[in-house]
């Protein structure tokens, strides 16, 4: 089968060789996906799958269910931004909310002691933010803690996407994201890849080398949700230069079993 | 971190079968093994299993493709059948070598260390500088002991937090990062951890990057 838009490049992550698939979900013959999967560091780019948000408005999957913080109750990003919190400790965090859609979580994040303000980023003000950011203003101003909740898999070039987001981050700050992470397992059952607007499936070594080449540590932790609707991929990704925001995830999880989520019943 | 001045008058522990293996099935020592040299990924690794006690896991790790050698830390007091096979080495407890090991397993070990600190950090060092060490036990999150069946087991002498581990292994020079086990959740054993540590940053962060796919640490096999 021949690649649409032509013959397949080197991996957008390492440069490795990859290998063209044609994915096709077990449910429906005719959905499907083409897939440049790298044979050395497993990153998954799904070909022709954008999704313009601004253009043509939310996927039903970014505007229903829980994930999604409303007035009257939390989401997901909420949830990442406390334990952001929990391992950043220190006062008065200046919090940026990348690709917030519609989620009103940072009204949520606002009211937590510990935070200074929160600023949110995406094509638009979706959600009616005080403080919004421009895409393009990205890296203008810093941030202690910065928060991606479902973004990374629609970043089309992932070393410049990567360091653009990192550009946000000062030098002591921490960065939290939702993600799904390719695991090898026959992707022909992965709904991720065929969600409109996913161009990026990462798997962990991918995700490494992306933090390596900004200077930054990396940890992989199970979310609560991950344990029912979100599956078994479901990951939030904690980045920063400092070992010891690592020793403090370590310690987080000495007593906790699951990443708090939108499920989770705690008070914060 | 908790002494437990009554742990050796209580009963014994409902010693898992199922942790220490059998000969038709791998207990936990294999798990941690098998996950390391996954993890590690380079050929001829040496393993040491800290007092594995019962563990009949020996041959099975010593098996293992990337492990080139696999010794038995014992004492005295240990069952010699810790030993297994042919093939595995017995060492003493109070001889093993500093800096010689690519991977130390201690199992459900920590709790009864005559001596918390000095136990620890001996078998920290028994760990080479890009080393990892494995140790497993309940880690302890401030809820009442005497509630916690852990704290009356025979012969466990310390409940440990993290911030006692994390204070050891600093004072020896090493990172630490802690998972929960599969059998955490399938027993309901809420405070059930494995708790990796190397001196080596690249160890450490394959640790992280393992996890990015593994959903929990593996252990004993479920049946």
């Given at each position: 089968m021949t690649e649409p838009g032509g013959a397949a490049e080197p991996c957008?992550?390492?440069a490795g060789p990859v290998r063209f698939h044609t994915a096709t979900w077990h449910r429906d013959p005719d959905r499907r996906v083409y897939l440049n999967m790298?044979?050395?560091?497993?990153f998954v780019r799904v070909v022709?799958?954008?999704?313009?948000y601004a253009e043509r408005g939310f996927s039903h999957n970014s505007t229903s269910g829980p994930r999604v913080g409303t007035d009257q109750r939390p989401g997901r990003e909420f949830h990442m931004a406390m334990l952001g919190l929990d391992l950043l400790d220190r006062p008065a965090a200046r919090v940026l909310i990348l690709?917030?859609?519609?989620?009103?979580?940072w009204s949520h994040i606002t009211n937590?002691?510990?935070?200074?303000a929160v600023t949110t980023s995406d094509l638009e003000n979706f959600n009616d933010s005080p403080n919004f950011l421009e895409l393009?203003?990205?890296?203008?101003r810093e941030f202690d803690l910065v928060i991606a909740c479902e973004v990374l898999e629609h970043l089309p070039n992932p070393s410049v996407d990567f360091a653009q987001v990192f550009?946000?981050?000062?030098?002591?700050g921490v960065f939290v994201a939702s993600t799904n992470i390719y695991?090898?397992?026959?992707?022909?059952?992965?709904w991720y890849p065929y969600i409109?607007?996913?161009v990026s499936y990462h798997s962990a070594r991918s995700i490494e080398i992306l933090a390596a080449a900004a200077g930054m540590k990396v940890d992989f932790r199970v979310p609560l949700v991950a344990t029912q609707r979100?599956?078994?991929?479901?990951r939030y990704v904690i980045f920063s230069t400092r070992e010891d925001v690592m020793s403090a995830a370590a310690r987080w999880f000495a007593t906790e079993w699951y990443a708090p989520s939108e499920i989770d019943k705690r008070k914060h | 971190m908790l002494e437990l001045h009554d742990a050796v008058d209580a009963?014994?522990?409902?010693?898992?079968a199922k942790r220490h293996g059998s000969a038709k099935s791998p207990g936990r020592e294999f798990a941690i093994a098998l996950t390391a040299a996954e993890l590690l990924g380079r050929s001829g690794l040496h393993v040491l299993s800290w007092r594995?006690?019962?563990?009949?896991?020996a041959a099975r790790i010593a098996s293992i493709?990337?492990?080139a050698r696999f010794d038995v830390a014992l004492d005295?007091?240990?069952?010699?059948?810790?030993?297994?096979?042919?093939?595995v080495n017995v060492v003493d407890v109070d001889r093993v070598a500093a800096d010689a090991y690519d991977v130390v397993i201690a199992s459900e070990i920590v709790q009864t260390l005559r001596d918390p600190a000095a136990g620890l950090a001996a078998i920290l060092r028994a760990?080479?500088?890009r080393g990892l060490v494995v140790l497993t036990t309940d880690l302890h999150?401030?809820?009442?002991?005497?509630?916690?069946?852990f704290a009356r087991?025979?012969?466990?002498r310390w409940f440990w937090t993290i911030d006692a581990v994390a204070h050891v292994a600093r004072s020896e020079g090493f990172l630490f990062d802690v998972r929960l086990p599969e059998i955490a959740v399938q027993r309901k054993l809420r405070r059930k951890r494995y708790v990796y540590l190397s001196q080596d940053p690249d160890t450490m962060q394959r640790v992280r990057t393992h996890f990015g796919t593994q959903f929990r640490a593996p252990s004993e096999w479920s049946q």
């Open positions: 957008l992550v390492c790298c044979r050395i560091c497993g022709d799958n954008p999704w313009d690709g917030a859609g519609l989620s009103r979580d937590d002691d510990r935070v200074a393009h203003e990205q890296g203008t550009s946000n981050l000062s030098d002591e695991d090898f397992s026959p992707i022909d059952r992965h409109p607007g996913h979100a599956g078994r991929r479901k | 009963p014994p522990n409902s010693a898992p594995p006690g019962r563990s009949a896991d493709p990337l492990i005295d007091a240990d069952e010699p059948r810790a030993a297994g096979p042919a093939g760990a080479g500088r999150d401030g809820s009442p002991v005497r509630s916690l069946g087991a025979r012969d466990h």
